[in-house]
């Protein structure tokens, strides 16, 4: 999941606390070492796949029984520009669609499930069993590719009732509603599905919802936003109180009622950008490791240790809430691996010290603010997401410092992607020729099999996107996807990535003569 921000705190998300930090440019991942990347670099069972959400490209957003949801409600009421009414179609094209991940070769497909098309009303009203056959239908025709299924059960999408009800993540009432549709879920699927995401990226939710207000709810106060109501400072804590909890319960209860008989495993995601101090000196450092506590921290703690990261007791005080100790019990140890959703580096200064802007002066940010530029000298190539630069280094750095703050907990990269920042490339023969998409996915993928070989446990890698989708706020112009998608026919045309990404999975180096033949498999 990407989208466009007004403020680049959409990659605040950091790097191990204590772990020694890179000096000015330091690599350990040398930048051509992706010209011989190969399957055969990664280990035997390692699954590779392609990522999406429902919705980002399912549309079809009242048919058979779905109400509306939050992303409907805030979209329709002038939230965004674009929305996801058609989105990709996906809902009525799955069939297609699964067979063009066939072609392409994956071994996961890692998708969400809209909670307005399983439960419109929430515990209030029935399951809706159009709902449970189009995702049956899904799972089913997954596993008879040989794909494996690779389930988010909240990933931003909920029923606009219950944010009518409880103004959602605010009211600990969202867990029992989270728990009740979780539990449906594993019930229903868990029998097939073996990997489960609890939340996707819990902290990033929280604070584009309730800090920038640029995601529904659309709650902020200033300087980080105009919204008509909310506090910045304080309700993005309280959201992420309820979501972490509502993910531990549903973990507990997978883990003792479920796992037994399924063999399954529960997960959440992060979003995990690599920063890296902007100077040499000692505040910066400090600031580096605040920050990454302050977000992948936030989220990663309380589901291994069972409590918040220390830094924000310290700066938050008494604005952060405490986990009872019944709490911290069912909290410790609720994943079973963490899933990195990774796409840029950049740089980050202390503002303890330090004149900053008036957001980076604010608790709530860990008083630190981004750059992405040193002595004059961007960090990376840009990509088409404000504040995203292709720096192949931070994969390997950020998979390393998680590795050694949570003791090697078996990690997935569930998300990782390139958007090409020339928004004037309308034609589909220049969106098709995304040689810049195979060249980061390349030195991505080069820097995480050097980690690997370093120790680190990961399992698994998903390319975001399969489909250029909707990208939240940004629309339908920032395109992830290794399918092209005619935003008029819906007709899905295979990018140069495609024939990358399919001779990758063959182990075979680079491209060849076949990409005539990919190409005439439009859909």
Not at 238 to 254: D, E, F, V
Not at 277 to 296: G, M
Not at 327 to 338: A, C, Q, R, Y
Not at 390 to 397: D, L, Q, T
């Amino acid at each position: 999941m990407k989208m466009k921000a007004t403020t680049i705190s959409l990659f605040f998300f950091l790097i191990y606390a204590s772990a020694p930090f890179l000096g000015h440019g330091g690599s350990i991942f040398e930048e051509n070492d992706e010209a011989q990347i190969k399957r055969s670099d990664f280990p035997s069972g390692f699954l590779f796949g392609t990522a999406t959400s429902a919705y980002q490209v399912e549309g079809a957003y009242l048919d058979d029984g779905k109400s509306m949801s939050n992303w409907d409600a805030f979209c329709h009421s002038g939230g965004c520009e674009e929305n996801g009414d058609i989105a990709d179609d996906h809902y009525h094209m799955f069939l297609k669609d699964i067979e063009l991940m066939h072609f392409l070769g994956i071994q996961a497909y890692r998708f969400s499930i809209s909670w307005a098309r399983i439960l419109p009303r929430g515990r209030c009203g029935e399951v809706n069993p159009a709902g449970i056959m189009f995702y049956n239908k899904i799972i089913d025709n997954l596993i008879l590719k040989g794909i494996e299924p690779f389930v988010t059960i909240h990933h931003v999408d909920l029923p606009q009732e219950l944010e009518d009800r409880y103004s959602s993540w605010l009211n600990p009432e969202m867990q029992e509603e989270f728990i009740y549709f979780a539990e449906i879920c594993f019930k229903t699927f868990g029998d097939r599905v073996k990997y489960w995401i609890t939340i996707n990226e819990p902290k990033l939710y929280a604070e584009l919802a309730y800090e920038l207000g640029i995601f529904p709810p659309s709650r902020c106060s200033e300087p980080f936003g105009n919204c008509l109501n909310g506090n910045s400072d304080v309700e993005p804590i309280i959201a992420m109180h309820n979501l972490l909890l509502a993910h531990g319960r549903a973990s507990k209860l997978y883990h003792e009622y479920f796992q037994p008989k399924q063999g399954g495993s529960t997960g959440v995601t992060v979003h995990s950008c690599m920063y890296e101090p902007l100077t040499d000196s000692e505040l910066d450092h400090q600031a580096a490791k605040r920050a990454f506590a302050f977000h992948s921290g936030w989220t990663l703690d309380p589901s291994i240790f069972g409590d918040y990261p220390e830094e924000l007791k310290e700066y938050l005080g008494h604005e952060l809430p405490s986990f009872s100790p019944n709490e911290k019990s069912l909290m410790k140890n609720s994943i079973d691996f963490i899933g990195i959703n990774h796409y840029s580096t950049s740089y980050v200064k202390d503002c303890t010290n330090a004149n900053c802007s008036a957001t980076g002066n604010h608790a709530i940010e860990g008083f630190v603010e981004m750059a992405v530029e040193r002595d004059g000298v961007l960090i990376g190539e840009l990509t088409g997401m404000e504040g995203s630069y292709v720096v192949p280094r931070g994969m390997e750095e950020i998979v390393n410092l998680i590795k050694i703050r949570y003791n090697n907990t078996p990690m997935f990269i569930t998300e990782n992607g390139y958007s090409s920042p020339d928004v004037h490339e309308q034609r589909a023969s220049e969106l098709t020729n995304d040689v810049k998409r195979i060249e980061y996915h390349s030195k991505y993928l080069a820097s995480l099999a050097k980690s690997i070989r370093d120790g680190a446990d990961v399992r698994g890698y998903f390319a975001w996107s399969f489909l250029d989708s909707y990208e939240w706020t940004n629309g339908y112009n920032t395109r992830y996807g290794l399918y092209y998608v005619d935003r008029q026919t819906l007709t899905r045309t295979p990018k140069l990535s495609v024939t990358w990404y399919k001779n990758f999975l063959a182990n075979k180096i680079g491209l060849d003569d076949n990409y005539g033949n990919i190409k005439g498999r439009i859909i």
